[in-house]
C-alpha cells in the first residue's frame, strides 16, 4: 500500500464527496450562525461596556473576561453534556451555535470597543456639538468609521469561529470533520480527512489572505 | 437689542486649575464678539462651555433664554448653538454634501430633497459647490474648514462658535476661511470668535474681549482695544502679537 493510495485515495474520496459536502454545508450554517450572533452580541456588549450604567459595565467586563478565558470545548462539552441535568436540553446545533457564539461575541466586545476608542475625540465633539442625540451619533458617525478600522481583526475573529465550528464534532454536530471520521471509518482509509482538510483550507485560505490585504491597505490609507 | 447669550459668574476646574474665573459676558443678538489672548487664558474653554462640550463648575450659562445643562435642555441648546472646530472635524467617512446635509436630515427633520438643496446652496455660499461629492481628505485645510462652516450653518443656528478656526490652516489658506467668516458676520448671525488673527478681529468684531488666566481682563470695541487699550497685559499682549 503506498501513499497515494491511503491519503488521497480519488475512489475513496469520490465516494465520500456527497458526505463531505452534506458536513460543508453544516458547518457553514453553524459557523455564520454564529459569527453573525457573536458580531451583534460583541458589538452590545462593547456599547454596555463604554457607555452603560456603571452596573451593567461591570456585568460587561465581567463577561468579556470570563468568555475569553474559558475553553471553547469545555463551554461546549458544558452546555450540551452539563446543561440538561437542570432541564436545559439543547439540540448539538443550538449548543454548539450557543458556545461559539458566546465566546465569539466576547473577543468581538474587545475588538468593537478597541475600534469606538480609536475613533478621533473631535468626531464626537462634532456630533453632539450639532445636536446628534448618542444613538444617532454611534449609528451615523461613529460605527461606521470604528467598524473600518478594525475590519482586519474582525475578520480574524469570524476566521477563528469558523475553524472552531470543528469543536461540535464532539457534541454529534454532523460538521465537515464528523463526516469525514465517519466516511474515514466507512472506507477504512483516510482520504476523506485529507478531502475535509482541504475543504477547510479552500474555504478560509482567501478569508485569511484578505486579512492580510485589508492590512496593508488600511495602514496605508491612514491619514 | 435683547441678549441672545448671557453667561453669568460661570467658573471651571481642571482639578485645582481655574481654567475660568468667575465670567461674566453678554452677547446681543447680530453681534461679533471675538476673544483674544494668550494660549491657557481659557478662551476655548469658555466657548466650549456654551454648548456644554465642556462642563462648568459654578455660574449660569443662558442661550436665547436656555439654561445650558445636562438633560433635556441640551438638545435644544447645541441646535441653536453651531460649532467650527480648530481641525474641522468632518465626517470623513461621508461625502462633503452628506457632512452638509445630514444633520438637518437627522435633526431638523428635514427631507433628504429638502437637506441637500440648502446642502448645495451653502456649499456654494461658501465657494466649495463644486466639490460637493468628494470626500473630505480630497480637500485642502481650507477648503475643508469652509465645509466645516457651511455644516454648521446647516441648522440655522443663532449662535456661531469658532474654536481657533485658522489655526491649523497653512497660511495661504487663512484668508480664503477669514473671508466666509467677515461674510456671516454681515448676514447679522450672532458669532463669536477665538482667534489669534488680530487684523481679522479688528475688522470684523463688534467688541474684542481679551482673556488671561480664566478672566476677562478687558473688552472694547475694536478701535479702542487696538489703539488705546487700558490694561497693562493687554497692552503687553498686543506688543508681542503684532511686533514680530
Known sequence: MDIVDTFFNLAVLRDSLPLLLMGLGTTLGLGLTSIALGLLGGLAIALARLYGPRPLTWLAVAYIDLFRAIPILVLLIITYYA???????????????????????????????????????????????????????????????????????????????MKDTALASVVAMPDLLKQATQAQALAANPTPLIGAAAIYILLLLPLVRAVGTLENHLAKGRR | MKPILDIRGVSKFYGSFQALDRIDLTVAEGEVVVVVGPSGSGKSTLIRCVNLLERYDT?????????????????AVRSEVGMVFQNFNLFPHMTVLRNVALPPMRLRGLSREAAEARARHLLDRVGIGAQADKHPAQLSGGQQQRVAIARALAMEPKVLLFDEPTSALDPEMVGEVLDVVQSLARTGVTMIVVTHEMGFARRVADRVIFMEAGRILEEATPDAFFTAPREERTRAFLHSVLNH
Open chain 1, 83 to 161: 446543561l440538561p441535568f437542570v432541564g436545559i436540553r439543547l439540540s448539538p446545533f443550538a449548543a454548539a451555535t450557543t458556545a461559539l457564539s458566546m465566546v465569539s461575541a466576547s473577543y468581538a466586545a474587545e475588538i468593537f470597543r478597541a475600534g469606538i476608542q480609536a475613533v478621533p475625540r473631535g468626531q464626537f465633539e462634532a456630533s453632539q456639538a450639532l445636536g446628534f442625540r448618542s444613538w444617532w451619533m454611534m449609528i451615523d458617525i461613529i460605527l461606521p468609521q470604528a467598524v473600518r478600522i478594525v475590519i482586519p481583526p474582525l475578520t480574524s475573529n469570524c476566521i477563528n469561529v
Open chain 2, 59 to 75: 455660574g449660569d450659562i443662558h442661550v436665547d433664554g436656555i439654561r445650558v445643562e445636562t438633560g433635556r435642555n441640551l438638545a
